[in-house]
């Protein structure tokens, strides 16, 4: 069927301290992984608070005609000026919105209802509805009368509820992202690489940067990637006679620590998925991977970057100039900037 779709991007944020919309998730906008999702469809309008916003995404924009009551003002103005009879709403808070969602949704759809309203065991999405352009009249009442809660719309129309848990998709497809720890957490665990020429200090940056993640109370794992073969048991212990004797894995644990000692080939991305609970993941090595990395560069081993530069956060360095790179440039010891860096690359501060 068609259908209109619009984003609600004129709220005020105070929780979050910042616009919302504009927050990023793997260097994407809020509000662009939407419009992506929601690109297949009649159209897309978004809903701002002021005239100027949003106006370099070259989509229709509809502003607030009353100011300070909430979503309801946004869902007036997209229906409004929606081109089709039923359009899809939701927040710009909620960055794992998929298209399936919609469609899933818009087989609902029928003359029975006015509103196709998602909802899950804990709570209705009202911010995640069909409406059709039939509620025009109830929501001009409302807002006319000083009623501003989106489920008096639901209570004054005729809704049908969309149960998510009878569908195949999950709860997270629909959660907002309100206050900063919330969005702290999104983008966690972050994954990043210390690379370098063998020798030139990658280890010691790492320590220091345990040292400042745990100070913020960060949990922190870190992977090391060996270029030759290495040895975890030593002979004499048990699990050296295991490994000697044919065993696939050996493993040894305690109150305190556990270890796992594997025979097979493996990869950095099994090793992150062992390392899940952790909030802060440190590879040591990997400098020719395609994960975000910090490079050092010391001038007694190398003089120059040797990584691909589109996968650089920054580099640490006691000789390469600003000028030769397009990343930011810390001194080796700059242990605070390139930690505030690091932050500010994925979104923790």
Excluded at 315 to 340: H, M, N, Q, R, W
Aim: proline share 3%; glycine share 6%; net charge negative.
């Amino acid at each position: 069927m068609k259908l209109s779709t619009g984003i609600l991007a004129g709220g005020k944020s105070t929780r979050m301290g910042q616009n919302k919309a504009l927050l990023q998730l793997n260097n994407v906008r809020f509000i662009d992984r939407i419009r992506k999702e929601l690109s297949g469809f009649s159209e897309t309008l978004i809903s701002a608070a002021a005239k100027g916003e949003y106006e370099d995404m070259g989509l229709p924009v509809v502003y607030d005609e009353h100011q300070d009551i909430g979503p309801i003002e946004g869902i007036y103005q997209i229906l409004k000026h929606a081109g089709q009879e039923y359009v899809f709403i939701c927040a710009a808070d909620m960055p794992f919105l998929k298209k399936e969602l919609v469609l899933y949704m818009a087989e609902f759809v029928s003359s029975d209802y006015d509103v196709f309203c998602l909802m899950d065991e804990d709570r209705v999405h009202p911010l995640c509805a069909i409406y059709s352009k039939r509620v025009l009249g109830v929501v001009e009442e409302l807002i006319a009368g000083g009623q501003y809660r989106l489920v008096d719309i639901l209570s004054r129309v005729r809704t049908k509820y969309i149960k998510l848990e009878q569908s195949c998709f999950e709860k997270k497809l629909v959660k907002n992202i309100n206050t900063r720890k919330e969005y702290q957490r999104l983008v966690l665990p972050v994954v990043f690489c210390v690379s370098a020429v063998k020798d030139s200090g990658k280890t010691g940056l790492i320590i220091r940067l345990i040292n400042e993640f745990i100070k913020e109370d960060y949990s922190v794992a870190v992977i090391k990637h060996d270029g030759h073969d290495y040895s975890m048991d030593h002979e004499g212990t048990d699990t050296y006679r295991f490994r000697e004797a044919g065993a696939l894995y050996s493993a040894i644990f305690s109150d305190t620590q556990f270890s796992v000692n594997g025979r097979r080939k493996s990869s950095v991305w099994e090793m992150i998925a062992r390392c899940e609970d952790a909030d802060v993941i440190i590879i040591e090595g990997m400098k020719e991977s395609s994960l975000p990395k910090i490079e050092v560069v010391r001038q007694k081993i190398s003089s120059a970057s040797i990584c691909d530069p589109d996968t650089l956060i920054l580099i640490a360095t006691d000789v390469v100039s600003p000028k030769e790179v397009s990343c930011p440039v810390y001194g080796l010891d700059d242990t605070e900037g390139i930690f505030l860096c690091l932050k500010q690359y994925f979104g923790l501060t």
